[in-house]
């Protein structure tokens, strides 16, 4: 019975995230041309405030990105936009928001956060890298991709299994 209640703790904790990290939504829409309106969503997964993020656009795949943020936005965070080739003719693009009071608590989603921007390359634009930033030294705190939203809220395989797997488990270890 034992091992059983390792068996129960182990699978219960290698079900959980460990390392949580912040998710940055993003919906492109078309705006007629070549400019797309990008609409972001911020959902703070970590256990620490998001007070910055930084989002880049790759030079030669973008160009005259402007912020388009909702008023509720603009109202709390200071945003400051570097177009693509700026610094050398090389430099990629970035769209950079700081909190101007309080940030993005742990657990808290915000949305509104929007830049429209030249799209160069051909089809749909994507995924974009992004820096969640600490404002007191400006080292980079975690990165990632933007995710395309909506996605869908399918369990992965694994997670379905060990859950399943741990329910199994807990009702065997009840029977005794």
């Known amino acids: 019975m034992k091992i059983y209640k390792i068996l129960v703790v182990l699978i219960s904790v290698l079900s959980l995230p ?13 705006v007629g041309g070549n400019v797309w309106l990008y609409e972001y969503t911020v959902v703070n997964d970590s256990a620490q405030d998001i007070d910055e993020f930084s989002i880049w656009f790759d030079n030669g795949s973008y160009d005259d990105i402007a912020k388009e943020s ?10 400051l936009v570097v177009q693509p080739g700026l610094i050398l003719n090389q430099s990629d693009g970035l769209y950079d928001a700081l909190a101007e009071g309080n940030g993005i608590a ?27 930033v600490n404002i007191s030294d400006y080292s980079v705190i975690s990165s990632g991709l933007t995710t395309p939203w909506p996605v ?12 399943g797997v741990g329910t199994l488990i807990a009702m065997r270890i009840r029977r005794r």
Do not use: H, N
Not at 70 to 79: F, H, Q, R, T
Not at 106 to 132: E, M, N, W, Y
């Open 152 to 163: 869908s809220a399918v369990p992965s395989p694994a997670a379905v299994f060990l859950s």
């Open 70 to 79: 909702s008023a509720l936005i603009a109202g709390g965070w200071d945003e």
């Open 18 to 30: 460990l390392f949580a990290m912040p998710t940055i939504y993003y919906k492109a829409s078309a």
């Open 106 to 132: 742990p657990g808290q989603t915000v949305t509104g956060f929007a830049v429209s921007c030249k799209f160069l390359g051909i089809g749909v634009p994507g995924q974009q890298r992004f820096d969640i």
